[in-house]
């Protein structure tokens, strides 16, 4: 009975230990973060271990499908700011003829971009989560990022204000030089903008350079989109334009914003999103451009990530879901029996 009841105080402290741990900051508050943020914009394609297969899209996404993020000999191969980089990116048309890509470029349509949906140091925790599912940790230093970024942003407000004392110096001088001369001559001299031209374009250089650093800066702990709304598009197209609106928009949907991985038309495309057969039925054009450009404006919730569409993009996409409009019977007698 005694070895017994120790054996039951032993398991209580182990219990007790690694609640200390928790507590103490094992699972951080990134480390929790990112588990929050994994399982609600990653877990349906990447499985809730990162293992293949496991996730509940995975199975209907096209190949490839999602890497195996509990390989460590796979995925220890990457440094933490490759899978950051994976995370937060411009998407690529893989079309022949698209965009152009590089050996490093990550190309995969169906794996989304949140460089315009989370924030920097969102993306951060999802890495560090990402790397516990393969047994390592994070060892990119986030907060040495917020100080850097910090750093920078008070080195341009220097630079700008020393342009625009530069520039405010030199305009004066041109002021008081065109004074003089209209004194001297008894009638109105003009001011010699070209006298201090230079130091207005330092100015708008340093002033373009400061915007950068504030939006570097707010990117890190606030969602690039957040309280952005789309305004009201117009999506007039002339006639002799509009099948090939639809046609890029066609392309757009499969090669480069990989919109396939999430939707299904026919038996064809994942199961995250809603089936899209009847799209151009069910959903207003002004209101499907003003979703796919930012999605966290009209519902926040949602799983769908802004993908960083142009507004030319976006009009492409819109005016090719509205051609989609299968009947409910052809959806129906295309769907596999439950």
């Not at 054996?7 to 973060?33: F, R, T």
């Not at 799983?303 to 409910?328: F, H």
């Amino acid at each position: 009975m005694k070895a017994a009841r120790l054996q039951v105080l032993g398991m209580l402290g182990g219990l007790v230990g690694v609640w200390a741990m928790v507590a103490g900051g094992c699972a951080s508050e990134q480390q929790q973060k990112g588990h929050e943020l994994y399982s609600h914009y990653c877990m349906h394609c990447h499985g809730e271990n990162g293992r293949q297969n496991e996730g509940f899209n995975w199975s209907s996404m096209p190949d490839p499908k999602p890497k195996d993020l509990s390989n460590k000999s796979e995925m220890g191969t990457f440094k933490d700011e490759d899978i950051f980089n994976t995370i937060s990116r411009d998407m690529k048309d893989t079309s022949p003829g698209g965009d152009k890509i590089g050996d490093d470029d990550f190309a995969v349509p169906t794996m989304p971009t949140f460089k315009y949906t989370l924030s920097e140091d969102e993306i951060w925790a999802i890495v560090g989560y990402v790397r516990g599912l393969h047994g390592m940790k994070l060892e990119f230093k986030v907060e040495d990022r917020k100080k850097e970024l910090a750093a920078a942003l008070q080195t341009a407000q220097g630079k700008f204000d020393q342009a625009k004392q530069t520039y405010e110096a030199a305009e004066k001088k041109a002021s008081d030089e065109a004074e003089k001369k209209s004194e001297a001559l008894k009638k109105d001299v003009e001011v010699d903008e070209s006298s201090y031209a230079k130091e207005l374009a330092a100015m708008g250089q340093a002033k373009k350079e400061l915007d950068a650093a504030q939006v570097a800066l707010n990117n890190f702990a606030t969602r690039p989109g957040k309280g952005v709304n789309v305004a009201r598009p117009d999506l007039t197209v002339k006639p002799e334009q509009a099948a090939e609106m639809v046609e890029l928009g066609k392309r757009l949907y499969s090669n480069k914003y990989g919109c396939n991985g999430c939707h299904s038309i026919g038996e064809v495309g994942g199961k995250v999103g809603p089936a899209l057969d009847r799209a151009g039925f069910r959903l207003n054009g002004t209101w499907i451009y003003r979703w796919v450009k930012n999605p966290q404006a009209m519902k926040p919730e949602t799983r769908m990530p802004a993908l960083g569409l142009s507004d030319a993009e976006a009009k492409a996409v819109t005016m090719y879901l509205g051609t989609l409009r299968a009947t409910k019977s052809d959806v129906q007698t295309d769907k596999p029996a439950s």
